[in-house]
Structures are given as structure tokens and as C-alpha cells.
């Protein structure tokens, strides 16, 4: 992966630092993390070109990192971006082309965050998502008696990807008959990352319009759903918005399911890959040790979590980031996947240890914006991997590692497929 010239040397011929290593291709997609060493150590807050052209800073070490996620001075809004005005660069969640379905969470600040998510946090409440857990475990064990008996299974198609829509289509409250179209939907955009193409602004129009024609309905026939948590969430007299409800939506369903995907696939391929590490967790499992359950989330989530950058932020004046100078409407991205393996933060911190006690990660963000979703993710992760491993005992690999092919995306990481073998089963 590092480049191989020789390093550079200075006028009196001492040896700079080597050069950059590439960015963005296939080979740093399957793993950036030897990239990300090198950028900590020689360039931790590094410009870069990005494959759509924009220019951007990413931010590395986790100090700069954890700091970055809640300056105040950056903003989420796309409208601070020096080059948008002028039509020199597109950055946002894939597929928005609506002023309508901009309006959520990941694209606003304080004020107008502080008052959605106020009163989106009325209707996603941890009472709310501890209660699902029967209906995840249901899910899980409904996909796992599909393929059980065959001794074979692609994970992602069959079980990591359909589990969180499935999951998220009910509490939302879509009809069951619908859930197959959102899946659809969904594998368009995961299937393209997020990228221009049409199949995928095609899918994000199909879902708006449904969700905002969902949301028209229940406004006449609320449920115990989260729509219709979202259409009674009211703060002061304030209430969402139709547009607002169904941008929230949106993002709950975007956000919710593909981070989930990518939890589940990297953390049992990670597992996988660690025969000692799995013993433990399924040896605790076993055994009923929720606990250890609970600390294997959190480390699979810093060894190889399912959001590699947080998403677009702006700098609204001048700033200073680990010693570099960002200018005014500069893009900054927090290399997330970085910071997590930071030595200085973490001890061994290649080494995939589910033990692990000290581990603030960075996995699903920091600050005013860390992620809500991030209960659900949790539940769902700790419910899949307690299925898998307590259901398919001997599961393992059925390719070569190498042989695997990680989404190119930019902000997720995840595979494409998790072919696995193991002893057909009827239970």
C-alpha cells in the first residue's frame, strides 16, 4: 500500500519523511488502516482531493479528532462550503437533490438542531428501543432459519443487510407489504455508495414520496410507531413539520440501516478472522455473560467500525486544527477509522481485544451531533452476533480473505459480500 520511492531528501541530504501513500484505491478500501498510520504520524490534519474532486482536510489523531466533532466553528451545513456557491463541488448525504429532504439532523446547527432534535429524541427514546429487542431477536432468528439448513450463506445479502431494514421499516411503522419495496430502495444505494447515478436518485425519490404520503396517512390515524411518534413530538408548542418528519425519516431509515450492515458484516468477519477472540464471546454467550456481549460492540465498533469519516463539516471562520490552518468554507473530514486506532489513545490498538475496558471510541461520533440511532445499532449488533454465533456454532469463512471486496464508499465501510459455511441445521 505505502508508496516504495525512495524518501525525499532535503538540501543537506537528509531523508524527509516518505512519500504520501495513495488514497481511495481498491487496495486502500480493503485496509486503509496501514494509511492511516502513516498519516497520523507524518501528516495528522492532511489536504486532500477526494474522487469527486472537492478538496478536503481529514483530521486523523483522536485528540484533533474528538476536539473537531464538537467545535462549535464547523459547521454541518453544506451552505458553508466555500466551493458550493459556485456549483465547484457537491457534498451531502447520496442522492439529495430536495430542499425538502435536506432538512435533517447531519445537515443543520444549533439553533435549529438543538429544537429537531429535541423533539426528535421525544419519539426515539431508549425505553422506545429497548423494548424491540424481542421483535430484532424474532427477525434475526427468522433470516437464520432461511439459510440454516443449507450449510452456506452470503451474511450481507442474507442476513446483515436485511436484519436493520426489516427492523427499522417497523418501528417507523411501514405496513409489512411495503417493507420489500424499502429494501429495494435500499440496495440501490448501498449497492452504488451513494453515488450520482440514476438508479439511486431514483430509489431516494421513490422513498420520499412514500414517506411523505405514509405521514400524510397516519396524521389521521396515529400509532405506537416512530412516524407517529415524530408527527406527536411537540416541544413549547413547537411540532415537526411534514417535510421535517419525512427528512427525519429518511435519515433514520439511510443512516440507521447501513451503519447496522456494516457493524454486523465487519464485526463477524472480524471474529472470524480471530478464532480465540470469538471462543470467548461465544463461550460467555453461552454461558448468559450479556456483559462481555455488550464490551465486544463497543471494541468491534473502534477495531473496524462501520462509519470510516464522519460526515461534511465547514469551517465558519479561520481555524487551527493539530497545528494546521484551515481557512473559511474549507471541508473537514474526522477520519473516525483513524483516531479509533490511535496508539497514543488506545494500548495495542490493532489488536482486536473484546475485554477491553477503555474504550471511548469514536465510532458513532462526539458532541451535539453524536448519533441517534446509536441504542438501535447497538441492540441490533449484540442481538445479531448472540444469533449467529449461538445458531451456527462452526460458522466459518468460505473464501480466501483476499478474495473479498470492500465497498469503495467514502463516509462507510463495509463489505460487499461475507461468503461463510457451517453445519446445515433444522432449528
Known amino acids: 500500500m505505502h508508496d516504495e520511492r525512495a524518501p525525499e531528501r532535503d538540501a543537506e541530504g537528509t531523508a524527509g519523511p516518505p512519500p504520501t501513500p495513495p488514497l481511495f484505491s481498491q487496495e486502500f478500501a480493503t485496509d486503509p488502516y496501514p494509511t492511516y498510520a502513516w498519516l497520523r504520524e507524518h501528516a495528522p490534519v492532511h489536504r486532500t482531493v477526494l474522487p469527486s474532486g472537492v478538496e478536503a482536510w481529514l483530521v486523523t489523531r483522536y485528540a484533533d479528532a474528538r476536539e473537531t466533532l464538537a467545535d462549535p466553528r464547523l459547521s454541518k451545513n453544506p451552505v458553508h462550503h466555500s466551493e458550493a456557491a459556485h456549483g465547484k463541488g457537491k457534498v451531502g448525504i447520496p442522492g439529495e437533490r430536495s430542499a425538502n429532504l435536506m432538512t435533517h ?9 438543538t429544537r429537531l432534535r429535541r423533539l426528535v429524541s421525544k419519539a426515539f427514546t431508549p425505553r422506545r428501543v429497548a423494548a424491540f429487542e424481542p421483535r430484532v431477536r424474532e427477525l434475526a432468528d427468522r433470516l437464520i432459519d432461511g439459510f440454516a439448513g443449507r450449510g452456506r450463506a ?15 421499516c417497523d418501528m417507523l411503522g411501514v405496513p409489512a407489504e411495503d417493507q420489500d419495496d424499502f429494501r429495494d430502495w ?14 439511486v436518485g431514483r430509489a431516494v425519490k ?10 400524510h396517512r397516519k396524521r389521521g390515524d396515529l400509532g405506537d410507531d416512530l412516524i407517529s411518534g415524530l408527527i406527536r413530538a411537540s416541544d413549547q408548542g413547537e411540532h415537526l413539520t411534514e417535510d421535517e418528519a419525512a427528512a427525519m425519516a429518511f435519515i433514520l431509515l439511510f443512516a440507521g440501516f447501513e451503519t ?17 477472540q470469538r471462543r470467548l464471546l461465544q463461550d460467555a454467550s453461552a454461558a448468559g455473560d ?20 464522519a460526515t461534511w463539516r465547514f469551517a465558519t471562520e479561520p481555524l487551527t486544527i493539530g497545528g494546521q490552518r484551515i481557512g473559511t468554507g474549507e471541508p473537514v473530514l474526522v477520519v473516525l477509522a483513524a483516531a479509533d486506532r490511535d496508539p497514543s489513545r488506545f494500548d495495542d490498538p490493532d489488536t482486536l481485544d473484546l475485554t477491553r475496558r477503555d474504550n471511548q471510541h469514536l465510532g458513532y461520533g462526539h458532541g451535539v451531533h453524536y448519533c441517534l440511532g446509536a441504542p438501535l445499532a447497538r441492540l441490533e449488533g449484540r442481538v445479531a452476533l448472540a444469533s449467529l454465533l449461538g445458531r451456527l456454532p462452526d460458522l466459518r469463512l468460505a473464501v480466501d480473505p483476499a478474495e473479498l471486496r470492500w465497498r469503495g464508499g467514502l463516509i462507510m465501510r463495509g463489505l460487499r459480500e461475507l461468503p461463510v459455511e457451517f453445519e446445515p441445521s433444522q432449528t
Request: glycine share 12%; net charge negative; charged share 20%.
Open 105 to 113: 439532523l447531519l445537515n443543520i446547527d444549533p439553533p435549529d438542531h
Open 186 to 199: 435500499a440496495g440501490m444505494m448501498i449497492r452504488h455508495g451513494g453515488g450520482p447515478r440514476g438508479g
Open 206 to 215: 421513490r422513498m420520499r414520496a412514500y414517506l411523505t404520503e405514509l405521514i
Open 290 to 309: 450479556t456483559g462481555l456481549l455488550r464490551t465486544a460492540v463497543e471494541e468491534l465498533l473502534r477495531y473496524d467500525g462501520p462509519v470510516e469519516l
Open 260 to 276: 447496522t450492515v456494516n457493524l454486523i458484516g465487519n464485526g463477524t468477519y472480524a471474529l472470524l478472522r480471530d478464532p480465540e
Open 154 to 168: 452470503d451474511l450481507i445479502h442474507e442476513f446483515a443487510f436485511p436484519l436493520p431494514i426489516y427492523a427499522i
